[in-house]
């Protein structure tokens, strides 16, 4: 995917301002290091924008030669070096620069620093001041025209995100029917089944979510467990209702609208797998519904997590190589 932005990257960061809703509510341009009108520009020298720093967990045991290492090292928390450069036309103009920008980078909320790349388009950050800012300012205000500022900031959130893939299919649309135990077709079942298409092209883990629009019949959903061929089936959902079923095993894994405990009623149903780094081949996978009506919808995110800003694609050819010593993905 080519990036929307000029060959030349003229504007190779922004500072995106977004509320706890998801909206955005500013943003700030942020030139590079040759651009010669009033703004910010990203200067050279920065570290961080790479590998999430990670501890490794092992295992040892009596009579074991080395260790054993484990799937899941712990990954810490991410610090984020940049230099910025503020610069204006007259000392009035600087000063403006300064306020604007600021009121981005904070130390109690988060802003989102989205890169560009040629090769990767855009990927995104939830970053905040971790330390003071240096200032490198030469002179005093009403003179200064430039300045340069040394940026330490901490993303307690540590993965990049690229746009989110979202796939929907609705009742309306599915041809056959499934005896819900086998899965073997089973015309007259009341259980319809469609498929969407499941991949994962970043380089970590990907849970997908999944949500119904707003019911007007009592409905009852099963949901795929990544690319393993079980199937997890939900409480039924009433008419007015709609939910949000969630496969990471660290949040909750049903929400409804209604805020009533429907996720109480999964009754130890869970899901297991996720969809493991580069699986840049879509697999067609299924979704079965019974009850509702032909425009009851189930939409599928897949969040695209990356470890870095750009870069580390897998290219089709090594999505399914087995690595000599890997840990299970």
């Not at 403006?96 to 989102?112: A, G, I, N, Q």
């Not at 090769?119 to 970053?127: A, D, F, H, T, Y």
């Not at 298409?197 to 979510?209: Q, V």
Request: charge should be negative.
């Amino acid at each position: 995917m080519e990036c929307d932005v000029p060959a030349a990257l003229a504007r190779p960061v922004q500072l995106i301002l977004r509320d706890r809703y998801g909206t955005d509510i500013d943003t700030l341009e942020v030139m590079g290091p040759n651009f010669e009108g009033e703004g910010v520009t990203l200067l050279t020298g920065y570290e961080g924008f790479y590998h999430a720093p990670r501890t490794q967990v092992d295992e040892a045991h009596a009579y074991q030669e080395g260790s054993t290492p484990s799937p899941y090292p712990r990954v810490e928390k991410r610090t984020i070096k940049f230099v910025l450069g503020t610069q204006s036309q007259d000392g009035g103009g600087w000063e403006d620069v300064e306020t604007r920008m600021w009121r981005f980078l904070r130390f109690d909320m988060d802003v989102y620093l989205r890169v560009y790349s040629v090769r990767s388009g855009w990927r995104e950050l939830p970053i905040r001041l971790a330390e003071k800012p240096r200032d490198l300012l030469p002179y005093v205000p009403g003179v200064l025209r430039f300045g340069v500022w040394e940026i330490v900031a901490t993303a307690y959130s540590v993965w990049w995100e690229s746009e989110t893939l979202t796939y929907s299919i609705s009742k309306g649309a599915m041809t056959e029917e499934v005896n819900p135990t086998t899965g073997a077709l089973q015309p007259g079942s009341g259980v319809w089944q469609g498929h969407v298409p499941m991949l994962n092209p970043a380089d970590t883990r990907c849970y997908p979510e999944f949500a119904s629009g707003e019911l007007t019949a009592t409905t009852t959903v099963w949901l795929p467990d990544g690319l393993t061929g079980r199937m997890v089936d939900l409480p039924a959902v009433g008419p007015g209702v709609e939910f949000l079923a969630r496969t990471d095993p660290l949040v909750e894994t049903l929400l409804a609208r209604d805020d009533s405990q429907i996720w109480s009623r999964m009754a130890a149903k869970a899901f297991l797998a996720w969809i493991k780094p580069g699986k840049v081949t879509p697999a067609q996978v299924p979704i079965w519904i019974q009850g509702g009506d032909p425009d009851t919808t189930i939409q599928v995110w897949y969040r695209q997590r990356w470890d870095r800003g750009w870069g580390g694609e897998t290219p089709p050819a090594l999505e399914n190589v087995q690595w000599a010593g890997a840990s299970r993905q």
